[in-house]
């Protein structure tokens, strides 16, 4: 992160970046912060794709299209898989993209061995952005307080941020109902936290693994409609889903190595208590059945990014585990 704040600093950017990793309120910030940088809100030398099966070929072409009465065009392309499969006529072509082209990759899965990444390391900067821990998550948290006037001591912190888990987005929304809260007093205090910090969506995932692990499938279910009275976007849920299962597999995998919560804690960097909480999940599952519900989260995903299923029913097959029976 420090390279890229260093170039939205100076000014000076690449011809290309990559964006990927685990935290989407992270590559998020940091597309639309350079963004706004290299176009001003120039939107005439400006291109979006999302999507597989984007045409290479178009691509490189805009790219090589001079910008209009502008410094450089800008072409941002996510989730394009293009970091996954075999892109080998990107991966070519980018050494000779022009100074008046720049490329920013957003993407949720990558394979640093691929030829297209190895490109981009080469010609501009790749940057991972994965989930915070609990002192960076703090830091920033504190200093968003800060920034409004606000104080609040390392223990009421840390029981914001039980409440909040680790997502930063749900974080910020927490941070703007505390701020406006407490309108009027400059210390945030655990009664405030306990009083606006509901348990949110992350503890019911929680809630709902737990009834998946049980086979409680009534239970799982009225645990989804919770989430989606709350206006929860099911692809929001599918996501943290997923995120679960993929974090209960690397704590069984290292309690099966002899480690306890906290060096667990300090391996993964999450927080002891969360290990604590998942620690009876990854008992609850074997291996196997865990490895199952990853590769179904994926499934899914792809099923919804290709209109194949609506999200809202991506979720119930998923809790249902019917996907595929046919």
């Not at 990759?105 to 990558?110: A, H, K, L, P, R």
Request: hydrophobic fraction near 40%.
């Amino acid at each position: 992160m420090q390279t890229l704040n260093e170039d939205l600093k100076s000014g000076r950017f690449r011809r290309v970046y990559l964006l990927f990793g685990e935290e989407a309120f992270l590559k998020k910030s940091y597309k639309n912060r350079l963004k706004e940088a290299i176009t001003g809100g120039d939107t005439m030398n400006y291109n979006h794709f999302e999507g597989k099966g984007l045409d290479v070929n178009e691509i490189i072409g805009l790219a090589e299209t001079m910008p209009f009465f502008a410094e450089r065009r800008l072409i941002v392309i996510e989730d394009s898989g293009f970091f996954k499969s075999a892109s080998d006529e990107l991966a070519a072509w980018l050494p000779s993209i022009p100074e008046t082209a720049c490329l920013i990759f957003v993407e949720s899965e990558v394979d640093k061995r691929s030829k297209l990444y190895k490109a981009v390391k080469k010609a501009g900067y790749a940057a991972e952005l994965n989930h915070q821990d609990t002192a960076q998550l703090s830091r920033w948290a504190a200093g968003l307080l800060a920034k409004e006037g606000k104080k609040i001591t390392g223990r009421t912190m840390e029981l914001f941020l039980s409440k909040t888990g680790e997502d930063m987005d749900n974080i910020r929304m927490e941070l703007e109902k505390l701020i406006c809260f407490t309108m009027g007093r400059d210390v945030v205090t655990d009664e405030d936290v306990e009083a606006i910090c509901a348990a949110q969506a992350v503890n019911k995932i929680f809630e709902m693994i737990g009834a998946i692990a049980g086979r409680q499938t009534r239970r799982a279910m009225d645990l989804y409609e919770d989430l989606l009275t709350l206006r929860e976007p099911p692809m929001r849920i599918l996501f943290l889903i997923a995120r679960q299962f993929n974090q209960i597999l690397q704590v069984k995998e290292l309690m099966g190595k002899g480690m306890d919560r906290g060096a667990i804690a300090g391996k993964m960097k999450i927080q002891p208590f969360v290990v604590g909480k998942t620690m009876p999940q990854a008992r609850a599952f074997t291996r196997a059945q865990i490895l199952s519900y990853v590769d179904l989260c994926a499934q899914l995903e792809e099923d919804v990014k290709t209109g194949r299923l609506s999200d809202r029913l991506a979720v119930e097959l998923l809790l249902t585990k019917e996907y595929g029976k046919n």
